[in-house]
């Protein structure tokens, strides 16, 4: 079966997010069930070195305002198709943002290019190669559906669209639907318009023949107003054709065995040096910790989403109880600010890296002891998957992914050892709060812990469930 992924962003060659973890596993975990991915992606200056290896295997004389080529090239284990257009990616810093930290004026020229591109890939093939279906990621990709429908070619092939965050819509104005010549009868409230905006999202949504979102629980909530986002009632229509596929991770990527960031590897089976990682945690964020008291950590965008403006209010009570934190992200001026200022105020208890660090990122996954995600709301999150395969038990909001992936720790769960960590419910600070002393509370009983850790380390976080998953959806949508 042949699959063209479309995707603005893909670890490990360029990440902003879950959304390149995502993309970059899942053609990995495919490739042995029989099926065959290529990945469309833009050619960012990261992909530089890629763009020089690989073959030209379509030339664009103009693609919105100067001349691109679709590069096809292997690596780390990828077929990667890369648009190579350098009026629209070979810009320094962010792939969405310029300088200013807004949205670079031409986003809709940039991702519409892939788009176009991706169509022409889809209806046309390159160097011999043509899928049967297209799986189309966020709203980067979500015109495909609507150029393939357009087309109107029997020999098209079928659509998929997945939603790793529908707070990210791609809303442009009416006037670029001109750009790509959409017709009026596809320009209305039931397609690709939004309240007299074009909707890259929404024209996805519309159009795609399937839609998939990153949990079932999140799959569920996105029919309701308080988490569809304007969106709720495209999706009620179609909720026959929309369902949730849980996220794995990379299992070599991020495995505390192997892992070479960490200065000392361990398992679920022996689990000493994890002590060495947690001083090595410790040292780099200046942290006096305690043996009897958690060390918790957080890795994330610091947005609105991720709820850390809670964690903020609920600081003072997590150092009282003796706790440690350590946070690594980066986003929002005033959370970035929040942040600095505790650990100025809690200097030796709280410590801070403003940036964004994927070797960090591995080391506090390896020696933190507790991973804290009190988001708003939650597609899937990854940095709880990672937290239960380093024994680095998640303490979580009760929403989307999060609600699936971490199991409570109850009574009834701690009897049954089925426990792997903390969830909260509703999603307010005094809530957090008290998740903050359950776990302080658990820390301090060492075998439950112990145990704890053990069922999270040994719980499936791999792509084995989900993988097969999206195969048995393609032959569906495909009908092969
Ligand atoms: P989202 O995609 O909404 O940001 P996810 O939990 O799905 O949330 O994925 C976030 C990914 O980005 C994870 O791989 C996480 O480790 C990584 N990440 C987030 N912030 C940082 C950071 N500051 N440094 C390194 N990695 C980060
Ligand atoms: C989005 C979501 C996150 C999800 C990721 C990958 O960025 O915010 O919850 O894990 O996509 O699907």
Redesign the pocket.
């Known amino acids: 079966m042949k699959i063209l992924f479309v995707a603005s962003e893909c670890a490990p060659f360029v990440k902003t997010?879950?959304?390149a973890?995502v993309v970059g596993a899942v053609p990995k975990a495919l490739e042995p069930l029989g099926a065959e991915v290529q990945t469309i992606l833009p050619a960012y200056p990261a992909l530089a070195p890629q763009v020089a290896d690989g073959d030209v295997v379509h030339e664009f004389a103009d693609l919105f305002g100067g001349p691109a080529r679709l590069v096809a090239a292997r690596a780390e284990g990828l077929n990667l198709l890369l648009l190579d257009a350098p009026h629209l990616y070979d810009r320094a810093g962010s792939i969405y943002l310029n300088d200013s930290d807004q949205d670079w004026e031409d986003n809709h020229l940039r991702f519409g290019a892939l788009c176009v591109a991706a169509t022409m890939v889809a209806l046309d093939g390159v160097a011999g190669w043509k899928p049967q279906l297209v799986h189309a990621h966020d709203w980067q990709a979500g015109l495909v559906p609507l150029l393939i429908k357009m087309a109107d070619r029997s020999d098209a092939p079928r659509t998929i669209l997945t939603i790793h965050?529908i707070a990210f819509q791609g809303l442009f104005p009416w006037t670029t639907k001109n750009l790509f010549n959409i017709p009026d009868h596809l320009f209305t409230h039931e397609g690709a318009e939004y309240y007299g905006q074009l909707g890259f999202l929404k024209s996805g949504l519309a159009f795609a023949d399937k839609i998939t979102t990153v949990s079932p629980t999140y799959a569920r909530e996105l029919l309701t107003p308080s988490f569809g986002m304007g969106l709720d009632g495209l999706l009620q229509a179609r909720q026959h054709d929309l369902s949730g596929i849980l996220n794995g991770i990379d299992l070599d990527i991020w495995n505390p065995q192997t892992d070479p960031v960490l200065p000392a590897n361990y398992s679920a089976r022996n689990r000493v040096n994890k002590r060495k990682c947690r001083d090595a945690v410790a040292s780099h964020f200046g942290l006096s910790v305690e043996p009897d008291t958690p060390l918790f950590c957080v890795?994330?965008?610091l947005t609105e989403q991720k709820g850390l403006d809670l964690l903020l209010q609920v600081l003072p009570n997590l150092v009282e109880r003796g706790g440690r934190l350590a946070v690594?992200?980066?986003g929002s001026p005033e959370l970035e600010q929040g942040f600095q200022s505790a650990a100025e105020t809690f200097a030796g208890k709280v410590g801070v890296v403003i940036?964004?660090?994927?070797a960090?990122?591995h080391l506090m996954q390896g020696g933190s002891d507790a991973i804290l995600v009190p988001s708003r709301f939650e597609p899937?999150?990854?940095?709880q998957l990672?937290g239960l395969r380093y024994g680095t038990l998640p303490v979580v909001a009760q929403t989307g992914g999060l609600a699936d992936t971490v199991v409570d720790a109850t009574k009834e769960n701690l009897k049954a050892k089925t426990a792997t960590g903390v969830q909260f419910s509703p999603i307010d600070a005094h809530h957090l709060g008290r998740a903050i002393e359950r776990t302080c509370d658990l820390f301090a009983k060492p075998k439950v812990w112990k145990a704890m850790m053990g069922t999270a380390m040994r719980t499936p976080v791999g792509w084995a469930d989900s993988a097969p998953k999206y195969l048995d959806l393609y032959r569906e949508v495909a009908a092969v």
């Open positions: 997010g879950g959304l973890d965050n890795i994330s965008r690594l992200g980066s940036g964004y660090d994927e960090l990122s899937c999150g990854l940095t990672y």
